[in-house]
């Protein structure tokens, strides 16, 4: 008897135990539901994003962070749809996304690449815009990139090497300091390098600015016809083509001005409330939290392609 | 009520029919995601070993860096376990939780501990580069990873292992000369040996396994489980399963061998 008895308090424990989990997020004021993915460089400026909307709406929100390719794939491949994607390059839409999971996207933040590094990097004491380059091609010091296979900050870094050779006339030059990251020192994005370099493994990164600054890192400003940052030198940075080669084929990228795109997928389970985040994102308070992480927020987000929920046009200015 | 006997043996009944819907229950819980991958996958991965480089060189790898932290922890372990086995540890209780530490600690924050310690700005890893070993982007990363997250339960089996070898044995061998050590090397260890190979064994498809800490530390050169994870995200499932798929269908070998020694070791083990 007691077996049975404790069989059915077993079963009614696990009869309850998923609608007591899922109880929470589904009835807490407001209801709305938002889960975001983001890419890694931006985690932690979309947290910060994410918090003061949930605090304002009463809504529930979820974040989950990766590389970009990666991200991309989770809703392609695994058919795990967020409400919500922010990624490193807004290139990743037109590639992967658009149009069978995604019908539209939105351009809203730039930044650049810089070189980071920390006080205990060998050779900080003179590195600098004029010699970085020459500073990387030290034996005695570590240089980490990431993979270009899975995040937009791999390829980049290739294309600011590839810029550098044609800036600074030295033949080679892209190839050397490509070659200074071994795999060993290559990581899967942006962030995961950050860890590294301040846990003493790295002495530079080639990275992100906002990335640099919100992680309070030392670093170098490249000029601006090398670091990516500049939209009216789409042309010159077009000229440097970097080809990844993967197990089965090559990828090819062309340099471009780093600009990061966001949306709303078209199967998000709360696609709604995804539009309403966005809505605060894009708006003057959301512009305010991303700078306020070092992100260089674009006065005015770019839409591109078909049926932007309306919410989203009316909040643009 | 339990006095007349048509009840009880409904209960029974309903007892038995419970138990074996809930067997049933678990066994497919876990049996039916890893016959999809290989049924999925199987005939796939097993093709693409000939042709795939990288991935004969990251199965190759991964059973190395396992063999080799398996053969430190057994090597380090089994003393270990035995003191704590018979009892002859001050504070073993201690002692054992601190063991069972690893087993708790989520595997990447296991990784980040491991970096912390042994990373090149550390005293620990200053240590390791004398030798001229460096935790990051290495075989040694993946070693220590390996040997952190799986030598616990190495250890914990090895000392069940132990205990059920009946102390009176080693007493006989001190009455006929042997001392303490090689009573232990020579009467334990033998009756012992299936149960510690067990363990190495569990250990070792533990460490073949391990994917949260070694990429923290290592994410090239890829083991098994870091090279499907990166096909997944670089190259998305179809890539990623062939991975997975000839990784299960390897690992039955030791799975399969330990089952074997089990099966011979019980019947004619010496216990008390």
Redesign the interface.
């Known amino acids: 008897m007691r077996c049975l008895r404790i069989i059915t308090v077993l079963a009614l424990l696990a009869a309850r135990a998923p609608s007591a989990n899922a109880a929470p997020p589904a009835t807490r004021a407001g209801g709305d539901t938002v889960v975001v993915f983001t890419a890694a460089s931006l985690a932690v400026p979309i947290r910060a994003a994410l918090d003061t909307f949930a605090r304002r709406t009463g809504a529930v929100v979820r974040q989950e962070n990766g590389a970009s390719l990666e991200l991309a794939r989770r809703i392609t491949e695994l058919h795990r749809v967020p409400d919500v994607v922010a990624l490193a390059d807004e290139e990743v839409f037109p590639k992967l996304l658009v149009p069978r999971a995604a019908s539209w996207y939105a351009r809203f933040a730039r930044n650049r690449m810089v070189l980071a590094y920390t006080d205990r990097s060998a050779g900080a004491a003179n590195v600098s815009a004029a010699n970085w380059y020459r500073v990387l091609q030290r034996p005695d010091v570590r240089v980490g990139r990431s993979d270009p296979t899975l995040a937009p900050v791999g390829y980049r870094t290739l294309a600011v090497y590839k810029l550098a050779e044609q800036y600074y006339r030295v033949p080679g030059l892209a190839a050397r300091l490509e070659a200074r990251t071994t795999p060993a020192l290559i990581r899967p994005n942006a962030s995961e390098l950050v860890a590294l370099l301040q846990a003493g493994e790295l002495d530079y990164i080639v990275d992100y600015e906002s990335l640099a600054r919100a992680n309070h890192l030392r670093y170098i400003r490249l000029p601006a016809e090398i670091d990516l940052g500049d939209p009216a030198r789409a042309a010159h940075y077009a000229r440097a083509s970097v080809r990844v080669p993967r197990r089965t084929d090559t990828l090819t990228y062309a340099g471009a001005p780093i600009v990061y795109g966001i949306g709303v997928p078209r199967e998000a389970p709360h696609a709604a409330a995804g539009a309403r985040f966005l809505a605060f994102l894009l708006g003057p308070e959301g512009r305010a939290l991303l700078g306020a992480h070092a992100v260089d927020v674009l006065r005015q987000p770019e839409f591109i392609g078909d049926s932007v929920p309306s919410a989203l046009r009316r909040a643009r200015r | 009520?339990?006095t007349s006997a048509p009840p009880v043996r409904a209960?029974h009944r309903?007892?038995t029919t419970?138990v074996v819907a809930g067997s049933l229950l678990l066994m497919l819980l876990l049996a039916l995601p890893i016959v999809t991958v290989v049924l999925r996958s199987g005939v796939t991965g097993l093709q693409q070993l000939g042709a795939?480089a990288?991935l004969r060189a990251s199965l190759w790898l991964t059973a190395q860096t396992a063999t080799l932290a398996t053969l430190l922890t057994v090597l380090l372990g089994t003393p270990l376990a035995y003191l704590l086995a018979r009892e002859r540890l001050p504070a073993a209780s201690v002692v054992s939780a601190l063991l069972d530490l690893p087993l708790l600690i989520p595997h990447p924050v296991a990784g980040m501990a491991l970096?912390?310690a042994f990373?090149?700005?550390?005293p620990g890893g200053a240590a390791l580069a004398a030798f001229g070993l460096a935790v990051?982007?290495?075989r040694t990363g993946i070693v220590l990873a390996m040997l952190f997250v799986a030598a616990p339960l190495y250890v914990s089996a090895a000392r069940e292992a132990i205990a059920r070898v009946d102390e009176r044995y080693e007493s006989v061998a001190r009455t006929l000369g042997d001392s303490p050590a090689r009573a232990a090397w020579r009467v334990t260890r033998p009756l012992a040996g299936r149960g510690l190979l067990a363990a190495a064994v569990v250990m070792w498809a533990r460490a073949v396994s391990e994917f949260g800490a070694i990429v923290i530390l290592?994410?090239?050169?890829k083991v098994a489980s870091v090279l499907s994870y990166?096909?997944?995200?670089?190259?998305?499932?179809d890539?990623a399963l062939p991975v997975a798929a000839v990784l299960v269908i390897l690992a039955l070998v030791p799975l399969l061998a330990l089952r074997t020694l089990r099966a011979r070791a019980l019947p004619g083990e010496l216990t008390r």
């Open positions: 009520m339990t209960t309903l007892a419970g795939d990288e970096l912390l990373g090149r700005a550390s990051v982007g290495s290592t994410y090239n050169p990166d096909r997944f995200t670089g190259e998305g499932l890539a």
